[in-house]
């Protein structure tokens, strides 16, 4: 880019004019000082040495004020360290006031020299501060007070200040510069004509904390993966420091209403994970003074919803976007955003700006923005480049009614180093500042407007820099304060660039840190394996929030450099997903004998979750129905399922036999819409059939053997009673009686021989055979015993168990059950 945004007719200073017309002399002098004999060597070597390397470093720690008036005292302090080892003696601080800066490119060519060069002289005098030794590693306070009319500033601009220490060492026993610190002094004592507009977003960003979990009970206890966000919401703490600064400056509220909502969770009871387990959390208070502090400083201003979790949208359109459904996650996110701000902070957000990474941007980027349902996009200088004379309006229109607002690449990055050193954190706030006033020093009569887009999640230190940068520009000499939407909404420059670059200009370095697109073919299986677990619910509300939230963290900006952070929070989601699912399942079942034409075959659906399920289908198959048909002549039966909570199911098919042999049967649940739920469950039945023909046969041999019992029984009562009623005494007495007639005896010998000879008579004896019928009937009966169902040889086993029963035993049902009839 080239970066024209200077003053107006103004150049280099005269002193780097000089340095660049006199190099190639210079370059000679070590050749010339080498041929030269006696006492001119010291001379060379000693002013080589008074523009040579840094010896003493110099710490600038304040000035004040950084802006100054007339009238005003300009006050330095700091450190000077003697990095050298040797003592410096002799050592003098002093402040030098440079030439009034050309314009942007000048104040940063300055802030990149690192050599020890004086450029111009002291102001000395009594503006100085003399240390007589300076020893070796040991730091020494100095500060330097002047007032303003002694630096001669004459016109309106940006100055460079320069803080330097010259000495002596024992090496070098003359003056010379042994370290200098710059830094810049933007001079504008009056209020310009026109003021630049600043718009400076202050983002609440945060990583992620909250898991998928929530507890059994019926408030839904949340789980948080760490407690980490109490320290950064805590007193001193990072965000607890950006409420703080935020809201004493006139700056637009850029949230992630994940952070929001995960504050406002720790508000309640909350469990942390440790180990295999949970623990209470106890940072309560902690999250409801933060969340009050930001209700009262975001009430009267302006607020910027990005979508939830903050959607890396780099990611998603140059690795997510060839995977099916990942782009449909955004314009929830969106929604959900508008109503999470709203809902805790009870203001109004706007929600139709979308922040892709450092700015940066390309068609692609553009594209996936938009789907989200935003119609401004927050790019940057260095992305969205423009080859002007000056800084132009951030606004600018590219196309499809798409509006860029384009943040200042100089300002935006001016606090990103380490700022936890006071002297850091000084050069940056003089630097800021100078930029600022060069921008609207380059065109003084066209008031514009400039956007501050900083860092996603500036430190402590950080935010404080920019707090006091800020601070400084209350005095509203050259700038005034504005936010972003009216920032949005200011009429484009007509000659400023609205090209969007192409994605061969994207950053390699952005580029490195992507979200890889197993990413989002992760997401896709976890949201598929949702989908079907949301539907068979009967309360899917519960899981829906929790869940739905949690994919979207998945894909968040934050995971940036933790690729292996990104893939284990993004597993304890899906495992998580799977140990629910799995509470809805089929109890396995043993082998199962099928004796008659039919009989039902009982299979268990078990419900752990707390909440019942709907919407299922238990379908059972025959491997083999030309042995085993089921439902009547079907080879796939099915029944509807519906279990409360904590409950299990008893669903029976009726079975029926064609054939002898084991068949293979297999038992599924299905979703309404027809997708497979769990793993199948099989087992076996032993069909064995009995014909209505084997049954008679059966029946009328059991009762042949009954009446042959009964007669046999009643015979040989009869024969033992005429037995005992027998005696010698009997048959004299039979016998003379039958001398009475001719036939008398052998009559009564002849009854007495037919009772032995009856009692000898098969049909007769009770002991005797059973003969051919009967002996028929009982191998039939022993064979089968009739049209009941039976078990198998293994005795005792467990039926299953009765329909729509409580909490049972998970175990599989024992071998050899029987099947209900």
Known sequence: MAEAADFQGTGHSAARRWLRRTAPLLAGVPLMASLLAGTTAPAAQAATEATGGRTVHVALDTLAPSAPVKGDT????????????????????DLRVGPRMAGRTAIDDAAARSGVSGDVAPIGGPYKVVIPKLPAGIPQDFALSVPVGK??????????????????????????????????????????????????????????????????DDQQTPVFENDDLAEELAPGGRLEQMVSLGSQSPVTWVIDPDLIATADAMTRNYSVKSGDTTVPGRNQAVAIKWLDSLEKAVKDGKVVALPFADPDLASLAHRGKSVSGALSHLQPATDVADDTVETILHVKPSVDFAWPVDGA??????????????????????????NLAY???????????????????????????DMSASSSSTLAVQKFLAQSLAVTLQEPDNERNVVVAPQRTPTAAQAQSMARALRALESERWTEPTDLIAAAAVSPDADATTKVPSAAHYPKKLRGQELPTQTFLDIKKTQDRFDKFKAILTAPDRVAAPFGNAISRAMSTSWRGDPNGAAQYRDTVDIYLQSLTDEVRLIPKSVLTLSGRSATIPVTVQNQLLQGVQNLVLRLKSDNPTRLKLDGDLAVAERPIKIDGGHSQSVKFTGAGNANGPVQVTAQLYTVDGKLYGGPMTFQVKVSEITPTVMLVIAGGVLLLVLAGVKMYSQRKRAVARKAGAGPADGGDDGEKGDDGPHGGNGDGDRGGQESTDATDPDATGSGTAGPDATGG??????????????????????DPTPDTGPESADASGAGEKVDR
Do not use: C, M
């Open 361 to 386: 941007i390309d068609p692609s980027i553009v594209d996936v923005a938009t789907s989200a349902g935003a119609h401004k996009i927050i790019t940057r200088s260095d992305s969205l480049q423009d």
């Open 151 to 216: 630096l001669g500033l004459d016109e309106d601009g940006v100055y460079q200040l320069g803080v330097s220490v010259t000495g002596q060492t024992s090496a070098a026993p003359y003056d010379q510069v042994l370290g200098v610190q710059r830094t810049f002094l933007p001079w504008q004592p009056d209020d310009t004509a026109k003021k630049t507009q600043v718009t400076a977003l202050w983002p609440l960003i945060s990583a992620t904390h909250l898991s998928a979990e929530t507890g059994p």
């Open 778 to 799: 009982a191998h039939g009966a022993k064979n089968t015993p009739g049209p009941k169902a039976v078990e198998d040889t293994d005795p005792g086993q467990p039926s």
């Open 391 to 417: 800084t132009p309006n951030a606004a600018r229109p590219i196309g499809g009614g798409t509006t860029a607002v384009v943040a200042d690449h100089r300002l935006s990055t001016a606090f990103q180093s």
């Open 74 to 93: 300009l006050t330095i302090s700091g450190t000077v360290t003697n990095e050298g080892k040797s003592t410096v003696n002799n050592a003098q601080v």
